[in-house]
C-alpha cells in the first residue's frame, strides 16, 4: 500500500459528458502527477502539478484539466468525452525522487 | 527526452534469475535510469534507481555501463509473484515523473 488513494474505482460515462476523477496523496507528498493507461500500454504523462501550480505537461487536449488543492490532493477534470478516454487513470504523488502511484480509476466510455 | 527499448516479453522458471535490459542510446547527461513494476489493474510500484555502475536494493540490482546507452535490471531468484510488467524509464531527476512510459517488459514466470 503506497498511501496514495483513488476515487471512483470505477466509472462509467456516455461520450459528451464531464468526468472528475479525484487524488489523495501520500502524506506531505506535494507533487502529484496524471497519467492514462490504455489497455496493453504503458502509462502515458497528462500533467504534474507541485505546490498547486501545473508544472509540466504531456501530449494532451485542453480538455484533460486538473487542479491541487492546499492539503496536495488532486483533480482530473475531463470535459467532452471520446469513447478514446476509456482507460485507467492513474495518478502518482512524490517528494524528491521516489514516486508512489494510487490504485487507479478505470473509466469506460460508451 | 530518452526513448527507451525493450524487449516485449520474456519467459523465466522460478528459482532462476531474470535479466531484463533496456537501451536508450540518446541518454542525456543529467537523467536517470528508473525501474518500475506493475501487476494487472494497479498503479506501478517503482523498484530501482540508478544513475551509473551499479545499484543494489533488497528486491534487484541494476547495472549500467560507462557509456550509459543500457541498463540490465536483475532479479535475484523470481518467484510466481513476480510475473508483472517492468518498465524502464529515462529522465532527469525530479523530472523522470514526466515522462510517459514505453510498452515495457511482460515477464511471466513459470513454476
Known amino acids: 500500500e503506497t498511501g496514495v488513494t483513488q476515487s471512483p474505482t470505477h466509472l462509467i460515462k456516455t461520450r459528451g459528458q464531464q468526468v472528475t476523477l479525484r487524488c489523495s496523496s501520500q502524506?506531505?507528498?506535494?507533487?502529484v502527477s496524471w497519467y492514462q493507461q490504455a489497455l496493453g500500454q504503458g502509462p502515458q504523462f497528462i500533467f504534474q502539478?507541485?505546490?498547486?501550480?501545473?508544472?509540466g505537461r504531456g501530449n494532451f487536449p485542453p480538455r484533460f484539466s486538473g487542479l491541487q488543492f492546499p492539503n496536495y490532493s488532486s483533480e482530473l477534470n475531463v470535459n467532452a468525452l471520446e469513447l478514446d478516454d476509456s482507460a485507467l487513470y492513474l495518478c502518482?504523488?512524490?517528494?524528491?525522487?521516489?514516486?508512489?502511484f494510487g490504485p487507479g480509476t478505470r473509466l469506460t466510455v460508451t | 527526452l530518452a526513448k527507451t527499448t525493450q524487449p516485449i516479453s520474456m519467459d523465466s522458471y522460478e528459482g532462476q534469475e531474470v535479466n531484463i535490459t533496456c537501451s536508450h542510446n540518446?541518454?542525456?547527461?543529467?537523467?536517470?535510469i528508473t525501474w518500475y513494476q506493475q501487476f494487472p489493474s494497479q498503479g506501478p510500484r517503482f523498484i530501482i534507481q540508478?544513475?551509473?555502475t551499479k545499484v543494489t536494493n533488497e528486491v534487484a540490482s541494476l547495472f549500467i555501463p560507462a557509456d550509459r546507452k543500457s541498463s540490465t535490471l536483475s532479479l535475484p531468484r523470481v518467484s510466481l509473484s513476480d510475473t508483472a510488467v517492468y518498465y524502464c524509464?529515462?529522465?532527469?531527476?525530479?523530472?523522470?515523473?514526466?515522462?510517459?512510459f514505453g510498452t515495457g517488459t511482460k515477464l511471466q514466470v513459470i513454476p
Open positions: 524509464l529515462v529522465g532527469p531527476q525530479g523530472g523522470y515523473q514526466k515522462v510517459t
Open positions: 540518446n541518454i542525456a547527461t543529467n537523467d536517470y
Open positions: 502518482a504523488s512524490s517528494l524528491g525522487n521516489e514516486q508512489y
Open positions: 502524506s506531505g507528498h506535494n507533487t
Open positions: 502539478y507541485y505546490r498547486e501550480e501545473e508544472n
Open positions: 540508478g544513475y551509473k
